[in-house]
Nanobody, 117 residues
Framework: QVQLVESGGGLVQPGGSLRLSCAAS????????MGWYRQAPGKQRELVAA???????NYADSAKGRFTISRDNAKNTVYLQMNSLKPEDTAVYYC???????????WGQGTQVTVSS
């Protein structure tokens, strides 16, 4: 199975940027589709962005045009570049790895993103 460790969260002002990283270990990284989810207080966890088969990306409507997901298989890492951040982006962001053959999902511990002036 794969272990996931997120980093890069923090406090940022509205309009600012952050880049989240998720480092994977313990398995063959390239066989996993990767995604970023977030969960705000009192809300359900929601998909922010995903990258499948290494190149196919999809985004939540709220993330389109502002966030970019990418992966570096050589570094076993997936990134989420977040620009033009808004207070409503405040949430715990979780990295997800989905095994394409087995259908199993793995989660990181989450990283807090707070957008506030």
């Amino acid at each position: 199975q794969v272990q996931l460790v997120e980093s890069g969260g923090g406090l940022v002002q509205p309009g600012g940027s952050l880049r989240l990283s998720c480092a994977a270990s313990g398995s063959i990284f390239s066989i996993y589709d990767m995604g970023w989810y977030r969960q705000a207080p009192g809300k359900q966890r929601e998909l922010v962005a995903a990258i499948r088969s290494g190149v196919i990306t999809n985004y939540a409507d709220s993330a389109k045009g502002r966030f970019t997901i990418s992966r570096d298989n050589a570094k076993n890492t997936v990134y989420l570049q977040m620009n033009s951040l808004k207070p409503e982006d405040t949430a715990v962001y979780y990295c997800n790895a989905h095994h394409r053959l087995r259908g199993t999902d793995y989660w990181g511990q989450g990283t807090q993103v707070t957008v506030s002036s």
